[in-house]
């Protein structure tokens, strides 16, 4: 295996050398991708935490009325899984699905056992990557509550800032929780007071 | 310190006797709030992570146009924190009050590394109950993105089936992210189809 986007994420955080994740890494498995290809459905047990290497993936549900629910984009160094089917083995409620042809490493607990076991650094650096994830959902739920469509727009366009123009608009809407139109007129009026994002 | 209500939940879980617990607990502060007093205020740091022995708090926030949108309640049992303020020590966004007379235990870093440091399987289990947040607002996200007001309302009974009675029913219809006549109107739906959880 090449040197990884993953061992480079990890060396730049914990005491770690490159070849020492690398030789963990290599009892991980790669997955290569096509577009549309499903990586998790609905009922499935989720064992893994994708890494995105290359590509774009969505994770993102079906309501009873078979309507699609986007809960996250994870484009190039994001990690996305189903943590309540991963870790407290429930089926899942989610899809997770490649929106471009994709390179995926698959996460399971024993890669983590192994890192927590090598790195006596990581195991904080893991509970600090929880912390987060924890914060960036209590603010995503703070603005489905309380957010207007703009405000939910510009907080996507930051934390998302390279895959506008990866994603269909519809898929951005049902991310904010808006309906597509609204998407529509959030954008013009943006551009017409000059907003660079686009 | 009598026995608290914390003591318990940690013996429950992990390999620890009450008393080495409590002997930990003796450096915590307990406060006991009256009905309305805050704990937390937007814009400050969150020091703590509360931990009910006896009422009721409400995590919220206040959007741009003034008005209230209710992220959490914690009952007896529950912990409640800012936790992107906590962990990641920013300003929080939030304000923490109390719904009623209530008592709360002030947990802080060191009670956690006193107890990482004491109790080989606390770490584990700290973590879980980090996936279980994860777990918790994954699924608030989905049902704010794509579930019914009613289907939130069954939700909501299953998660908190003691508070009914004890918030106010806009707060109730904050937390679901509905408006206060939606949620009388499901309550109605569900008196009628002699539903039980009232």
């Given at each position: 295996m090449h040197s990884s986007k993953l061992s480079g994420f990890f060396t730049s955080n914990i005491q770690a050398s490159t070849e020492e994740i690398e030789a963990l890494l290599e009892n991980c498995t790669r997955m290569e991708l096509k577009r549309n290809q499903f990586v998790l459905r609905e009922g499935e047990h989720c064992a893994h935490t994708f890494f995105v290497e290359q590509g774009l993936l969505r994770q993102f549900s079906i309501d009873t009325k078979g309507k699609e629910h986007v809960l996250s984009f994870a484009p190039e160094y994001w990690f996305v899984s189903d943590r309540e089917s991963a870790y407290f083995k429930q089926a899942s409620r989610y899809f997770i699905q490649a929106l471009e042809d994709t390179v995926v490493l698959l996460i399971d607990e024993a890669f983590i056992d192994q890192m927590v076991k090598k790195f006596p650094d990581f195991s904080g650096f893991n509970t600090r990557l929880l912390h987060n994830h924890i914060r960036h959902l209590q603010n995503r739920i703070n603005m489905l509550l309380g957010a207007s469509?703009?405000?939910?727009?510009?907080?996507?366009?930051?934390?998302?800032?390279?895959?506008?123009?990866?994603?269909p608009?519809?898929?951005?809407?049902?991310?904010?929780?808006?309906?597509?139109?609204?998407?529509?007129?959030?954008r013009k009026d943006l551009a017409t007071r000059n907003f660079k994002g686009r």
């Open positions: 469509a703009e405000e939910r727009y510009l907080e996507f366009v930051a934390m998302y800032p390279d895959i506008l123009l990866r994603v608009q519809a898929m951005v809407a049902s991310y904010l929780g808006i309906t597509p139109e609204s998407l529509s007129r959030v």
